[in-house]
């Protein structure tokens, strides 16, 4: 399928890198500027859980967001000749019998069947690591491996289009005239640097930092991702991934003994070894009050259009996400109302 449109995306994270891929596959003919330093999509641990575990309640549309990112990455991988998408189970350790109770209670529903394994004598038993409440399995849960992820889709889409690896300027911008290129529509996909956007810097838009450690353990399982007061993600030849910390308060990429502590802290909730670190390392989240993600067109200027605040669930928000504004873009195909900026437009303007 061919497009005339002539798209520049500002931004290659996960947010950009999604919306390029979405019109190259539509037909369209798309340039990726980035300054190819991203403090948020390559830190990310990069799980998908369809879960929120504090409420004990399924994320918001994973009935439809499964199915279509298996599909999303899996073709990636096959377009890519690359592997970057596996299957991790999670186990979630009950931090108390009301916990448990609450899974309990929810595995005997039916929309929680596909993703929920009935907790049996085994996962109460559960040995290796703390299960004084016992524990459940997840199914329909995956990882991907974000650093091979985003190197070989962004070579993909050099191979597809243009990728321009400088920092974008506003000053060069006229309309949508970027440096004597014209062009039909300009995506800002710039993660937690949008509130230096001078169109969209405005949206609430937080910058939400998360520091995670590598350890090196002895007793973690390898199979199996764990989950109580922080996660576990399994990197091989037991090493694991730990995170993640939540500080609202810091826009900076600078990794603190704090945090550090505070994850190490955690860890000992599972397992008693003294584990080595590693790394540390840190990275800020693009997240939403509303926890939904901002998307739309800019309320002055038709041609400017935002796609961001991914958030903590990015990998498995944006595969249908930027499908569907792709289909917004192109074909005028409403946006979901949850995450159209028109609904911070609309308080606005009461």
């Known amino acids: 399928m061919e497009n005339s449109k002539n798209i520049l995306v500002v931004g290659a994270g996960l947010a950009g890198i ?4 979405q019109l190259i596959k539509a037909g369209v003919q798309v340039t990726l500027i980035d300054n190819d330093k991203n403090f948020s999509s390559r830190v990310a641990a990069g799980m998908i859980n369809p879960i929120v575990f504090r409420r004990m309640t399924k994320s918001w549309r994973v009935d439809e967001f499964i199915p279509f990112l298996k599909s999303f990455y899996r073709e990636l991988e096959a377009e890519t000749q690359s592997e970057f998408f596996f299957p991790i189970p999670i186990r979630r350790l009950f931090s ?42 997840l199914k329909e849960t995956y990882y991907v491996d974000v650093n091979s992820f985003i190197t ?15 920092q974008f300027d506003y000053n060069q911008l006229t309309r949508t005239n970027y440096k004597g290129t014209k062009y039909d529509e300009i995506v800002f996909c710039l993660g937690y ?3 230096s956007c001078p169109f969209f810097g405005e949206l609430p838009l937080d910058q939400t930092k998360g520091q995670t450690l590598t350890i090196k353990s002895e007793t973690l399982p390898e199979n199996t991702s764990l989950n109580r007061k922080c996660f576990m993600l399994p990197k091989g030849n037991k090493t694991f991934k730990i995170g993640s910390t939540y500080e609202w308060n810091d826009p900076t990429t600078h990794t603190t003994i704090e945090s550090r502590t505070e994850l190490l802290k955690n860890l000992a909730y599972v397992i008693d070894e003294e584990v080595e ?16 993600p901002l998307i739309g067109t800019h309320n002055k200027h038709a041609h400017y259009h935002i796609f961001n605040g991914l958030g903590a669930k990015g990998y498995m928000l944006a595969p249908l996400i930027s499908k569907e504004f792709v289909d917004y873009l192109l074909n005028g195909v409403n946006l979901d109302p949850e995450v159209d900026i028109n609904r911070y437009y609309r308080r606005n303007n009461q």
């Open 18 to 21: 999604s919306v390029a891929t």
């Open 96 to 137: 108390s019998e009301q916990e448990r109770g609450f899974w309990l209670k929810k595995e005997q529903r039916e929309e929680f069947e596909p993703y929920m394994e009935k907790v049996t004598e085994s996962d109460l038993n559960f040995s290796q690591a703390k299960n004084p409440f016992g524990s459940g399995r």
């Open 152 to 166: 070989n889709t962004k070579s993909w889409i050099s191979s597809k289009s243009r990728l321009i690896k400088e």
């Open 193 to 195: 640097l949008n509130k």
């Open 277 to 292: 670190v590693i790394h540390q390392e840190a990275g800020i989240r693009p997240t939403t009050r509303d926890r939904r």
